[in-house]
């Protein structure tokens, strides 16, 4: 069973947002990343999409772009990005799932999966330029959600010495700042690997980075060529 990321695939086919009025890059993106996908994804393996899954305003709104997702290979971990407004409760989420015959995709929310080799745990994050007191609410709130499913995580591994890695959809570090916060849990947890989304259009160098000895890979599907990543 291999391990794969992708994030940000902004799918759109119950409303009109379609992705290349971003670029060149973006044109014909969906049917791109089903192609992509299906040549790499087999059957046994899982894929990571850390965020910004669909524009769908609601859980009806997403049931195509869902039905799109759930004819891909492999299993799909999804957690929420700032663009996913469509994300409700998770017994709302599963519910629909269920209604709907998604049975492939499952939701990282405070909570980890034991992926074979690897230990999946994450969050959102979050991200700011300048804190106020309504950002500073929402990142204690993602640090204690972040550091509840990297507990989840270790209760998986156990003693297996396993690899665990983090997928947020916010960077840790972008633009001068970072997220102490979020960096803090990380770093109190030993964890050397951290994929993120949410940037776009950004220089090669940002693909790939450090904060404090913790690897930092983006993972938005643009930058990976639609095609998800293999993680080794």
């Known amino acids: 069973m291999a391990l794969y990321v992708i994030s940000d695939p902004h799918l759109s086919l119950s409303c009109d947002k379609p992705m290349d009025v971003f670029g060149k890059r973006w044109e014909n993106y969906m049917m791109r990343l089903r192609e992509n996908w299906q040549k790499t994804v087999k059957d046994g393996d899982t894929v990571v999409m850390n965020g910004d899954i669909s524009w769908a305003m609601s859980l009806e709104e997403a049931k195509k772009d869902f039905e799109f997702i759930e004819s891909f290979n492999g299993t799909k971990i999804i957690s929420k990005g700032n663009h996913d407004f469509w994300w409700s409760t998770v017994s709302k989420i599963e519910s629909f799932?269920?209604?709907?015959?998604?049975?492939?995709?499952?939701?990282l929310h405070n909570n980890a999966y034991d992926c074979g080799e690897y230990i999946v745990a994450g969050s959102r994050g979050w991200l700011v330029e300048s804190t106020c007191e309504h950002d500073e609410k929402i990142i204690a709130?993602?640090?204690a959600r972040l550091e509840m499913s990297i507990l989840k995580a270790e209760q998986l591994r156990g003693d297996s010495g396993r690899e665990i890695l983090v997928f947020l959809h916010y960077p840790v570090s972008h633009n001068g700042f970072t997220n102490e916060s979020i960096l803090s849990v990380l770093k109190a947890h030993g964890i050397k690997r951290v994929f993120y989304g949410h940037l776009h259009n950004t220089v090669p160098s940002s693909l790939t980075g450090a904060a404090q000895g913790i690897e930092m890979r983006l993972t938005s599907a643009d930058h990976l060529g639609f095609t998800p990543m293999l993680i080794k």
């Open 97 to 107: 799932f269920d209604e709907n015959g998604v049975k492939s995709v499952r939701l």
């Open 141 to 143: 709130r993602e640090s």
